[in-house]
């Protein structure tokens, strides 16, 4: 059993090409020896987004802090405290923080996603 | 792609033996076609309890209001805003309300634990 507060996760930033102001702390992840999948916890600063992709790996996403929009294909979906989703794998996506405070939100993937 | 709030989906009470004054909400569950986890919402209200038990399937925990402890064969371990734990398969644990508002979490399962 792990138990710990997220804060005492090292937060790193996100550099992957596309992404602006973004930070990660992996709380549960490939170290856990967790047997499915894995949780993160990400922080957005106002004016960042993540990179707009699709992988072949689904999220599941809870937001903690601030408000931000999921850009799609199609539409932009506003999140708030509160807003959870499922990107289904394939899916192309983007969160963009669109508040004046940081965003904050889990993020959920399987274990065979990216490491 | 879903997008939801989770005060949107219905809530249940968790009737199971040994569990007091506790509910939850399938945010993503079986009929999300999530491919490998799904994430409920749990609420303990002041004085309630989980059942303390062990399964084959593991939990991931993320606390989002309140204070608890959990439960283990050897010690209490207080949960608080921001705490996360990884409850390994096997392992016995029970989640209790040691505040005296709501205690609030995230619990994620993989696809092949409980329906």
């Known amino acids: 059993m792990i ?13 992957e090409e596309g992404a602006q102001d973004v930070s990660i702390r992996w709380l549960i992840g490939k170290d856990s020896h967790a047997p499915h999948f894995y949780l993160r916890h990400f922080e ?18 809870f937001v903690l ?4 929009q999921i850009n799609t294909k199609n539409e932009s ?21 669109t508040g004046d ?3 904050k939100f889990l993020c959920a993937i399987p274990e065979t996603g990216k490491k």
């Not at 138990?3 to 550099?15: G, W």
């Not at 802090?65 to 931000?68: D, F, H, I, K, R």
């Open 77 to 97: 979906i506003p999140l708030e405290k509160g807003s959870f989703a499922l990107v289904m794998p394939g899916e192309e996506h983007q969160f963009e923080n």
């Open 44 to 61: 957005i600063e106002p004016g960042g987004y993540t990179p707009y992709h699709a992988h072949p790996w689904e999220h599941e996403v």
């Open 65 to 68: 802090e601030g408000s931000a």
């Open 101 to 103: 405070t940081t965003f």
């Open 3 to 15: 138990v710990k507060k997220y804060h005492e996760v090292e937060k790193t930033n996100v550099i």
